[in-house]
């Protein structure tokens, strides 16, 4: 497959995010004048783990991270859900050597923050200057000629065409979609990081666990090389709750939610940080179709934010990035190229928001008899990946 564009464009980038960066690296690659507005002072990401299934792989492969990606992260060999107060495997499937032999990619477990260093590696090591901090978009204003990207400090920067790929609250999304509609999903989700060190040894093997149970769920996987736990609780509530990934909340209110559930379960919240505790709204919004303007583009969570129960917010984003540059190296008319892209993308990712808005609740079940029943129908939901969600490339994908 060629990225080589026929015709280079000075593209212009509003977010150094996972989505951001993976685009202007493809980008670079391609021959294209690339430069990359990030509001952030400072170069990093909120800590968390992160999943990269091997429809995103492929395309980090051709940013030559395959090799780095496997010494920072961590491939499970499967996942179980187990009941909430008797432990019992309630539901399991394997990843594992499975997923790379079906695949071609591995299955990569990570701290965010290590894959954002690699991929910022990745842009800089093609051109130093491309990144610049302390660059807060605005807006834009487009002509038939070319486009104005508008910063909060006054200044104007142009070019042939702008990617917005800042992230749920985007303000190029705003300009091109309208204001936004989010709707409260009644969950709220729990996060943390706890060094291995910190746990018993034989806690949990070298796979995902879920523990379901009524009213909420928590989410265990290992990050890098089993170094760090993470854990992700999503839980039903009422009460008010801001949509930020970086609000702590009381780990006091993070125990009383899982009281009684299951001893390990106890032993991971005992063990996390008390003042590390994030606790953020999960909110819906539906899908829309139009993600273009005649020369601005969004992609990743500026596009289609989705609930994160089918692990692929950042997998999308790195996918858009992917068929994205293919579509700019094409050479045609801006808005055809952009239009090429979107139509490519607008069904697999409506797919992948409706599924995991789908199994929000799955999890939740009043007694571990309704959700072994509840597990029964889910695996089929979860196999089913293999055959759609997993087995796409957007390097070779027809466009
Ligand atoms: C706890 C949690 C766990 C998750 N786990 C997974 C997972 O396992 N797998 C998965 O695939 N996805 C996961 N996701 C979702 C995933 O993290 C997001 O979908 C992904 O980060 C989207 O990438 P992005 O580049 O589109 O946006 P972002 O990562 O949000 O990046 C946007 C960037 O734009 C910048 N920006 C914003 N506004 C401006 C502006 N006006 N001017 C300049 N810069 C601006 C921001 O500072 C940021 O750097 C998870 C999300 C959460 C909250």
Same mark, same amino acid.
């Given at each position: 497959m060629t990225m080589q564009a026929a015709r280079p464009l000075d593209v212009l980038i509003v977010g150094?995010?996972? &989505?951001?960066?993976?685009?202007?690296?493809?980008?670079l690659r391609g021959g294209h004048k690339v430069r990359v507005f990030e509001q952030s002072k400072v170069l990093g990401e909120v800590g968390a783990g992160i999943q990269v299934s091997a429809n995103a792989g492929h395309v980090l492969d051709l940013l030559g991270l395959r090799a780095p990606l496997r010494t920072i992260s961590f491939t499970p060999k499967g996942w179980l859900s187990r009941g909430y107060l008797s432990g019992d495997v309630v539901n399991e499937f394997a990843i594992g050597?499975?997923?790379?032999? !079906?695949?071609?990619?591995?299955?990569?477990?990570?701290?965010?923050?290590?894959?954002?260093? +690699?991929?910022?590696?990745?842009?800089?090591?093609?051109? !130093?200057?491309?990144?610049r901090l302390g660059a807060t978009a605005t807006g834009y204003s487009e002509m038939p000629t070319g486009v104005t990207l508008n910063l909060d400090d006054g200044s104007v920067h142009h070019g042939d065409v702008l990617i917005g790929?800042? &992230?749920?609250?985007?303000?190029?999304? =705003?300009?091109?979609? &309208?204001? #936004?509609?989010?709707?409260?999903?009644?969950?709220?989700?729990?996060?943390?990081?706890?060094?291995?060190?910190?746990?018993?040894? #034989?806690?949990?093997?070298?796979?995902?666990?879920?523990?379901?149970?009524? &009213?909420?769920?928590?989410? +265990?996987?290992?990050?890098?090389?089993?170094k760090l736990l993470n854990f992700v609780a999503p839980v039903e509530t009422d009460m008010e709750v801001?949509?930020?990934?970086?609000?702590?909340a009381p780990w006091d209110d993070l125990k009383a939610d899982f009281d009684g559930w299951h001893p390990v379960v106890q032993t991971v919240i005992d063990a996390a940080d008390r003042d590390a505790c994030y606790r953020w709204a999960l909110n819906i919004r539906k899908p829309v179709r139009n993600w273009r303007s005649e020369r601005a583009?969004?992609?990743? #969570?500026?596009?289609?934010?989705?609930?994160?129960?089918?692990?692929?917010?950042?997998? +999308?984003?790195?996918?858009?990035?992917? %068929?994205?540059? =293919?579509?700019?190296?094409?050479?045609?008319?801006?808005?055809?190229?952009?239009?090429?892209?979107?139509?490519?993308?607008? #069904? =697999?990712?409506?797919? %992948?928001?409706?599924?995991?808005? =789908?199994?929000?609740?799955?999890?939740?079940q009043a007694s571990e008899q309704a959700l072994r029943t509840a597990m029964r129908n889910g695996a089929d939901i979860a196999r089913e990946r293999d055959g759609w969600l997993y087995n796409y490339n957007p390097m070779t994908v027809d466009f």
């Amino acid at each position: 497959m060629t990225m080589q564009a026929a015709r280079p464009l000075d593209v212009l980038i509003v977010g150094a995010g996972i &989505g951001g960066l993976t685009a202007a690296g493809l980008l670079l690659r391609g021959g294209h004048k690339v430069r990359v507005f990030e509001q952030s002072k400072v170069l990093g990401e909120v800590g968390a783990g992160i999943q990269v299934s091997a429809n995103a792989g492929h395309v980090l492969d051709l940013l030559g991270l395959r090799a780095p990606l496997r010494t920072i992260s961590f491939t499970p060999k499967g996942w179980l859900s187990r009941g909430y107060l008797s432990g019992d495997v309630v539901n399991e499937f394997a990843i594992g050597e499975d997923h790379e032999i !079906r695949h071609g990619f591995p299955y990569c477990m990570m701290h965010r923050a290590d894959l954002h260093g +690699l991929l910022v590696e990745a842009v800089r090591a093609q051109d !130093r200057q491309a990144i610049r901090l302390g660059a807060t978009a605005t807006g834009y204003s487009e002509m038939p000629t070319g486009v104005t990207l508008n910063l909060d400090d006054g200044s104007v920067h142009h070019g042939d065409v702008l990617i917005g790929a800042d &992230g749920v609250k985007s303000v190029i999304r =705003r300009q091109i979609v &309208g204001p #936004d509609q989010p709707v409260y999903s009644g969950l709220a989700a729990w996060r943390g990081l706890i060094p291995a060190d910190r746990l018993p040894k #034989d806690i949990m093997g070298p796979i995902n666990t879920t523990f379901v149970g009524p &009213g909420r769920h928590m989410v +265990l996987y290992w990050l890098g090389r089993q170094k760090l736990l993470n854990f992700v609780a999503p839980v039903e509530t009422d009460m008010e709750v801001r949509e930020s990934w970086t609000v702590r909340a009381p780990w006091d209110d993070l125990k009383a939610d899982f009281d009684g559930w299951h001893p390990v379960v106890q032993t991971v919240i005992d063990a996390a940080d008390r003042d590390a505790c994030y606790r953020w709204a999960l909110n819906i919004r539906k899908p829309v179709r139009n993600w273009r303007s005649e020369r601005a583009v969004v992609i990743g #969570d500026a596009a289609h934010p989705t609930l994160p129960f089918l692990a692929q917010g950042a997998a +999308l984003a790195i996918e858009d990035a992917g %068929v994205l540059s =293919r579509a700019l190296a094409t050479g045609d008319a801006v808005p055809d190229m952009l239009e090429r892209f979107q139509n490519a993308r607008f #069904d =697999r990712t409506a797919r %992948v928001v409706d599924g995991a808005a =789908r199994l929000a609740k799955m999890n939740h079940q009043a007694s571990e008899q309704a959700l072994r029943t509840a597990m029964r129908n889910g695996a089929d939901i979860a196999r089913e990946r293999d055959g759609w969600l997993y087995n796409y490339n957007p390097m070779t994908v027809d466009f």
